[in-house]
């Protein structure tokens, strides 16, 4: 009997000089402890998290969430917040002076309804970090012109949007991600709406690289199970992917033999 | 004298060190950020900031997000 390639079911992709096995980054906001980071950690099997640049409340300070993430674990600090690329530039550069390392994903919005991200400004932003030696993973809205600036700025990756951050309404923009993995030599991290396991594993069977999912495990009855959820169907759509989708038809092609019908003719 | 934290304004008594005022706000050093009046001042050198007077101080924190 034939063995399946394991090979081929564990192929590792590389951002910012990095190997990375898990294609599922994972943000840490919306959880109702800092307890259950870890766990949620642990349970989607991630290696890249999230997390966002605030003001203390100095007269009452709490415990910082970079307490509750495991060692090893890729720190992905975001801009958000940010309204123009110079807001932006300053978080990042204020993200790695507290020694966070040098990942950043550029979040420049100005949009309060749908927090679409803006390509332009965004663009400004990439292009300085990638000079101050940042690996820059910017959020964008899903549009090739763009993609292709950003690559040629160095970017490390691109992370177009599935819908509007925090909706869960999955790949809206299905048509123009798979424009990007077809047209782009970067990674493709579909980033926000994202909002169940299938939607991620669809978005790794088109060839993404990695899903980033942060509201819809943070908001399941259960985390920590949805996070396995999402490690199982991030893994199912990579394989598929790896294995070659069969081709789509508009009508039956049988999948039992047309003779030797048991009837008589 | 008055300085502005994080947008707004506070009243200090008596000059002092911006590594002083941290300690005497039990602020946990290994995990804030300090912009101060526009630059970044590592940890090392709160020590040999006076805040004085109108000075901006911007402290912050990493907290959970997407």
């Not at chain 1, 990375?20 to 998290?49: C, D, M, N, W, Y």
């Amino acid at each position: 009997m034939q063995q399946v390639n394991c090979e081929l079911l564990n192929d590792p992709f590389e951002i910012g000089g990095q190997k990375l096995r898990s294609r599922l980054f994972t943000g840490t906001g919306k959880f109702s402890s800092h307890e259950l980071v870890p766990q949620i950690i642990e349970a989607s099997g991630t290696q890249v998290v999230t997390m966002a640049l605030r003001r203390l409340d100095w007269r009452n300070p709490q415990e910082n969430i970079l307490n509750y993430i495991p060692k090893g674990i890729t720190l992905l600090p975001n801009t958000s917040g940010a309204r123009t690329a110079e807001e932006a530039i300053r978080i990042a550069r204020l993200a790695k002076a507290a020694g966070c390392g040098n990942w950043i994903k550029i979040e420049v919005i100005q949009d309060q309804r749908y927090l679409l991200p803006d390509n332009p400004e965004t663009l400004i932003a990439a292009e300085q970090l990638v000079k101050e030696g940042f690996v820059v993973l910017p959020y964008m809205s899903p549009d090739l012109g763009t993609a292709r600036r950003l690559e040629s700025v160095g970017a490390a990756a691109v992370m177009p949007l599935g819908a509007p951050i925090g909706s869960n309404r999955g790949l809206q923009t299905r048509e123009l991600i798979r424009i990007l993995i077809e047209e782009i030599s970067l990674p493709i991290i579909v980033d926000a709406g994202i909002g169940r396991p299938s939607e991620a594993a669809e978005a790794l069977e088109m060839g993404a690289a990695a899903v980033l999912v942060n509201t819809a495990i943070a908001t399941a009855d259960q985390p920590l199970e949805m996070a396995h959820a999402f490690r199982l169907a991030v893994e199912a759509g990579r394989s598929a992917y790896l294995a070659g989708l069969g081709a789509r038809r508009d009508q039956a092609e049988a999948s039992s033999p047309l003779t030797g019908f048991l009837r008589e003719e | 004298m008055n300085i502005m934290i994080n947008g707004e304004k506070a009243e200090l008594r008596d000059t002092i060190s911006l590594q002083r005022w941290v300690e005497e706000q039990n602020i946990p050093h290994t995990t804030v950020i300090i912009e101060y009046n526009g630059e970044i001042i590592p940890e090392e050198r709160w020590g040999y900031v006076e805040l004085k007077q109108g000075d901006q101080l911007e402290i912050l924190k990493f907290v959970g997000g997407g």
